[in-house]
Nanobody, 126 residues
Framework: QVQLVESGGGLVQAGGSLRLSCAVS????????MAWYRQAPGKQRELVAG???????NYADSVKGRFTISRDNAKNTVYLQMNSLKPEDTAVYYC????????????????????WGQGTQVTVSS
């Protein structure tokens, strides 16, 4: 089993900043991609930002220049720095990770996994 635990959400005024964190734990061989998604009430879940194990990033057009995704591979943790927040950024933010479980033998790769965190609420007031 792989667990993803998010933190850092909250209530902030428009123009403010928040930093989300997501720590991944479990029997992990490697984590390839890590990403943040969000889902606002009545809307579909959408990709906010993603980052590969090599550090390549991609962002939704709506957050480019305001949000920055980063990861600490040693800690199996991904971050989302959110600046210049807008009311339309209000949503539940979910962390996602894809990779491989550890295999049955030491230092071997097992089956792939894709897991989600429980979500953290971000509310931006106008």
């Amino acid at each position: 089993q792989v667990q993803l635990v998010e933190s850092g959400g909250g209530l902030v005024q428009a123009g403010g900043s928040l930093r989300l964190s997501c720590a991944v734990s479990g029997s992990i061989f490697s984590i390839n991609t890590m990403a943040w998604y969000r889902q606002a009430p009545g809307k579909q879940r959408e990709l906010v930002a993603g980052i590969t194990s090599g550090g390549s990033t991609n962002y939704a057009d709506s957050v480019k220049g305001r949000f920055t995704i980063s990861r600490d591979n040693a800690k199996n943790t991904v971050y989302l720095q959110m600046n210049s927040l807008k009311p339309e950024d209000t949503a539940v933010y979910y962390c996602n990770a894809e990779g491989y479980y550890s295999g049955s033998y030491l230092y071997t790769r097992g089956s792939p996994f894709g897991s989600w965190g429980q979500g953290t609420q971000v509310t931006v007031s106008s």
